[in-house]
């Protein structure tokens, strides 16, 4: 008849198997909490990206629509732009402070505002637009009188998005 | 056995569970950057298709460039290109004369990329001039129409109609356009700019944030207020028959390093001056007869100043010029100053005949009747000597003027500033011409006074002879009478 004595799991044996059990379980969490944290960060950085892609072609798509650059002049840098566009309607690209985005973000962050004026008088709600509502800086360079480079830098809760574009104006000519 | 069992217990719970994670963040990621990828993508080909478009123009403007455009490729009919591969996309095109328009055609252009067709459309104007070959392809009006709108070579042209209601109202916004750009360009900061848009204007933000450097700079920073260059005059249009009183726009004049600008403004602002007050002084006395001289004097007194203000400024400008063209760095710029200055001298010059003959106008309507109605010598003297002295200074004024017109004879000029320059002298010399004739006049109506009032004189002293003479006989008679009868008396005592 064989005796087998039947041991159970000693002090040390316990300590270390509850060690490691704790050791993975933190690494784990950390490992959740990590994926999670990184996601966040690189949604926030994809939707920054997305919306300031949108916003800029939307913005090069207005340029580009416009015949004559009214300011800056040719040279200037300054942080507005009015261009007449195809139909010689007045065209204001500007900043507005944003109050709430700047308390969230604990920075001056402005909206861009697109404001049309067709000759109607006064101001006209419809023909205002926000392009963009977390930008931190804006500069308009008239680098000829058909062309004019867009500097922009939007920012959210987790970095900046610069970008950088030189727009020719499509519509040059006089009218017969 | 148990002992076993609770070792795959605890590795299996362990091993599914970092696969989940493992597994979950693999997932997210990847979904995360495929959404990122498809926006770029899409943003990427929304600029793409733009350049693929922008790019089958260029060759249609390269065409037309290459066989001009009396034998451009849509001369009888729309040239077409269809799936042409560009830039990992592919396009279709179609070009044809603008309905009802020479030198114009229409560019539409279809792009197809990643699926997404987008439409692109340009009416372009040809400019037929071999000496600006870098301008030959103006762009007139460039839309971004519907992918449907894309025409067939018989089948209807429905932006065409579009455009054409665009480019009239653009014509009809044309003017307001022009006075609001006008105003914004005088406007150097932001907040008047927004308030002149009708837009509306922003407020400060509500709480105080660290402000950078560079952003304090930009706000700082006043747009550039540039010159005033205002249109030219009808007048001074190439269509126009010659130049009138000339117009040179405010500013310091950067090819010659002088102020041959700002001294021609002042110079019209006086001949202007001197013209306006010589015509209020004559309208005056037009209107008012004598009644309006002390009026008149006041613009004479005016005019006298504007008249000595243009002639010192003519000299300066003259001097001005000389210095300006023996400075200038090319040919091309000493003629630019020579005609400029040529033809503001001229214009002011002009002005200045103009003033002279306003006052000669008066003097020919009227001249007969003055005369006429003085009728005495010392009247008439007293005018001839006005007229004396009027005539030297239009003496004056010509031999001034035909100096200025030597000194500015070698200058380049146009041929109307030179007919106008000719014109001006002789204008002036018809005036001296006139006064003359009128102080020739007046010189013989004060000779044939002064004879006719010799005559009365002599009547009168012959009429006052004769009084004399029988004043004396008569007095003689009485006394001879007087003496017969003291004769008789004495003989009548004597007897």
Same mark, same amino acid.
Not at chain 1, 24 to 45: A, C, D, E, Y
Not at chain 2, 26 to 31: A, E, K, P, R, W
Not at chain 2, 36 to 63: D, E
């Given at each position: 008849?064989?005796?087998?004595?039947?041991?159970?799991?000693?002090?040390?044996?316990?300590?270390?198997?509850?060690?490691?059990?704790?050791?993975?379980?933190?690494?784990?969490?950390?490992?959740?909490?990590?994926?999670?944290?990184?996601?966040?960060?690189?949604?926030?950085?994809?939707?920054?990206?997305?919306?300031?892609?949108?916003?800029?072609?939307?913005?090069?798509?207005?340029?580009?629509?416009?015949?004559?650059?009214?300011?800056?002049?040719?040279?200037?840098?300054?942080?507005?732009?009015?261009?007449?566009?195809?139909?010689?309607?007045?065209?204001?690209?500007?900043?507005?402070?944003?109050?709430?985005?700047?308390?969230?973000?604990?920075?001056?962050?402005?909206?861009?505002?697109?404001?049309?004026?067709?000759?109607?008088?006064?101001?006209?709600?419809?023909?205002?637009?926000?392009?963009?509502?977390?930008?931190?800086?804006?500069?308009?360079?008239?680098?000829?009188?058909?062309?004019?480079?867009?500097?922009?830098?939007?920012?959210?809760?987790?970095?900046?998005?610069?970008?950088?574009?030189?727009?020719?104006?499509?519509?040059?000519?006089?009218?017969? | 056995?148990?002992?076993?069992?609770?070792?795959?217990?605890?590795?299996?719970?362990?091993?599914?569970?970092?696969?989940?994670?493992?597994?979950?963040?693999?997932?997210?990621?990847?979904?995360?950057?495929?959404?990122?990828?498809?926006?770029?993508?899409?943003?990427?080909?929304?600029?793409?298709?733009?350049?693929?478009?922008?790019?089958?123009?260029?060759?249609?403007?390269?065409?037309?460039?290459?066989?001009?455009?009396?034998?451009?490729?849509?001369?009888?009919?729309?040239?077409?290109?269809?799936?042409?591969?560009?830039?990992?996309?592919?396009?279709?095109?179609?070009?044809?004369?603008?309905?009802?328009?020479?030198?114009?055609?229409?560019?539409?252009?279809?792009?197809?990329?990643?699926?997404?067709?987008?439409?692109?459309?340009?009416?372009?104007?040809?400019?037929?001039?071999?000496?600006?070959?870098?301008?030959?392809?103006?762009?007139?009006?460039?839309?971004?129409?519907?992918?449907?709108?894309?025409?067939?070579?018989?089948?209807?042209?429905?932006?065409?109609?579009?455009?054409?209601?665009?480019?009239?109202?653009?014509?009809?916004?044309?003017?307001?356009?022009?006075?609001?750009?006008?105003?914004?360009?005088?406007?150097?900061?932001?907040?008047?700019?927004?308030?002149?848009?009708?837009?509306?204007?922003?407020?400060?933000?509500?709480?105080?944030?660290?402000?950078?450097?560079?952003?304090?700079?930009?706000?700082?920073?006043?747009?550039?207020?540039?010159?005033?260059?205002?249109?030219?005059?009808?007048?001074?249009?190439?269509?126009?028959?010659?130049?009138?009183?000339?117009?040179?726009?405010?500013?310091?004049?950067?090819?010659?390093?002088?102020?041959?600008?700002?001294?021609?403004?002042?110079?019209?602002?006086?001949?202007?001056?001197?013209?306006?007050?010589?015509?209020?002084?004559?309208?005056?006395?037009?209107?008012?007869?004598?009644?309006?001289?002390?009026?008149?004097?006041?613009?004479?007194?005016?005019?006298?100043?504007?008249?000595?203000?243009?002639?010192?400024?003519?000299?300066?400008?003259?001097? +001005?010029?000389?210095?300006?063209? =023996? !400075?200038?760095?090319?040919? $091309? #710029?000493?003629? *630019?100053? @020579?005609?400029?200055? %040529?033809?503001?001298?001229?214009?002011?010059?002009?002005?200045?005949?103009?003033?002279?003959?306003?006052?000669?106008?008066?003097?020919?309507?009227?001249?007969?009747?003055?005369?006429?109605?003085?009728?005495?010598?010392?009247?008439?003297?007293?005018?001839?000597?006005?007229?004396?002295?009027?005539?030297?200074?239009?003496?004056?004024?010509?031999?001034?003027?035909?100096?200025?017109?030597?000194?500015?004879?070698?200058?380049?000029?146009?041929?109307?500033?030179?007919?106008?320059?000719?014109?001006?002298?002789?204008?002036?010399?018809?005036?001296?011409?006139?006064?003359?004739?009128?102080?020739? +006049?007046?010189?013989?109506?004060? =000779? !044939?006074?002064?004879?006719? $009032? #010799?005559?009365? *004189?002599? @009547?009168?002293?012959? %009429?006052?002879?004769?009084?004399?003479?029988?004043?004396?006989?008569?007095?003689?008679?009485?006394?001879?009478?007087?003496?017969?009868?003291?004769?008789?008396?004495?003989?009548?005592?004597?007897?």
């Amino acid at each position: 008849m064989c005796f087998q004595r039947r041991r159970a799991f000693t002090v040390v044996e316990l300590v270390v198997t509850v060690c490691l059990v704790a050791l993975i379980g933190t690494v784990v969490m950390r490992l959740f909490s990590s994926v999670g944290t990184t996601q966040q960060n690189l949604s926030h950085q994809a939707t920054l990206q997305m919306e300031s892609r949108r916003a800029f072609d939307h913005l090069v798509d207005q340029i580009r629509m416009g015949t004559d650059i009214v300011r800056p002049a040719t040279g200037e840098t300054l942080p507005y732009m009015v261009f007449k566009d195809v139909i010689n309607r007045m065209t204001i690209l500007y900043l507005e402070p944003n109050n709430d985005r700047a308390s969230v973000l604990g920075q001056r962050v402005y909206k861009l505002v697109a404001y049309q004026n067709d000759y109607k008088g006064g101001y006209q709600a419809d023909n205002e637009k926000i392009l963009l509502d977390s930008i931190r800086q804006l500069r308009f360079t008239s680098l000829s009188p058909t062309s004019v480079q867009v500097n922009a830098t939007v920012v959210n809760e987790k970095g900046e998005y610069q970008f950088l574009a030189h727009v020719g104006l499509m519509n040059l000519g006089g009218i017969e | 056995m148990s002992r076993k069992f609770a070792t795959r217990g605890m590795v299996l719970p362990l091993s599914l569970l970092a696969i989940l994670a493992v597994l979950g963040l693999v997932t997210t990621l990847g979904g995360l950057n495929q959404g990122l990828r498809t926006q770029i993508y899409r943003t990427n080909n929304h600029q793409l298709s733009f350049l693929i478009a922008y790019s089958a123009f260029s060759r249609v403007c390269a065409k037309v460039h290459a066989f001009s455009w009396a034998n451009r490729p849509f001369l009888t009919e729309p040239y077409t290109e269809t799936k042409i591969p560009l830039q990992g996309g592919h396009y279709d095109l179609l070009v044809e004369n603008t309905a009802g328009k020479d030198y114009q055609a229409d560019v539409y252009i279809r792009t197809h990329l990643a699926g997404i067709s987008r439409m692109y459309f340009w009416r372009i104007r040809f400019n037929d001039d071999l000496l600006d070959v870098s301008n030959n392809i103006i762009v007139e009006l460039y839309a971004t129409p519907d992918v449907e709108d894309f025409p067939t070579i018989n089948g209807p042209r429905k932006i065409a109609g579009q455009v054409e209601e665009m480019l009239a109202q653009r014509a009809a916004n044309q003017k307001k356009s022009d006075v609001l750009a006008a105003e914004l360009m005088k406007s150097v900061n932001t907040k008047s700019v927004i308030e002149k848009m009708g837009a509306r204007v922003p407020e400060d933000f509500q709480q105080e944030f660290p402000v950078s450097v560079t952003e304090e700079m930009m706000e700082a920073r006043v747009a550039v207020a540039p010159p005033d260059i205002q249109a030219p005059l009808a007048a001074e249009k190439p269509t126009a028959p010659g130049p009138s009183s000339s117009y040179i726009g405010i500013g310091y004049d950067s090819i010659s390093g002088n102020q041959i600008n700002e001294l021609s403004e002042k110079l019209t602002a006086a001949s202007e001056k001197l013209v306006e007050a010589t015509d209020k002084a004559w309208t005056e006395i037009d209107q008012n007869g004598v009644d309006g001289i002390p009026a008149a004097t006041e613009q004479w007194e005016i005019a006298a100043e504007a008249k000595q203000e243009t002639y010192e400024t003519l000299d300066s400008l003259i001097d +001005e010029s000389k210095t300006g063209i =023996a !400075e200038a760095p090319s040919i $091309e #710029a000493r003629e *630019a100053i @020579e005609e400029m200055v %040529a033809q503001t001298v001229v214009s002011s010059m002009n002005d200045i005949t103009t003033a002279i003959e306003r006052g000669y106008e008066h003097l020919v309507t009227g001249e007969g009747s003055y005369l006429e109605g003085l009728t005495t010598s010392a009247a008439v003297e007293s005018l001839l000597n006005d007229w004396k002295a009027a005539e030297e200074r239009t003496q004056a004024d010509l031999d001034r003027l035909t100096e200025m017109a030597g000194d500015i004879q070698g200058y380049s000029m146009t041929s109307e500033v030179s007919q106008k320059l000719t014109d001006t002298l002789a204008s002036a010399q018809e005036s001296l011409e006139k006064i003359q004739d009128a102080v020739a +006049e007046a010189e013989a109506r004060l =000779a !044939e006074l002064k004879e006719l $009032e #010799a005559m009365a *004189a002599a @009547e009168q002293a012959a %009429a006052s002879a004769d009084v004399a003479e029988t004043e004396a006989a008569e007095e003689a008679a009485a006394v001879s009478a007087a003496a017969e009868e003291a004769t008789a008396t004495v003989e009548g005592e004597m007897e």
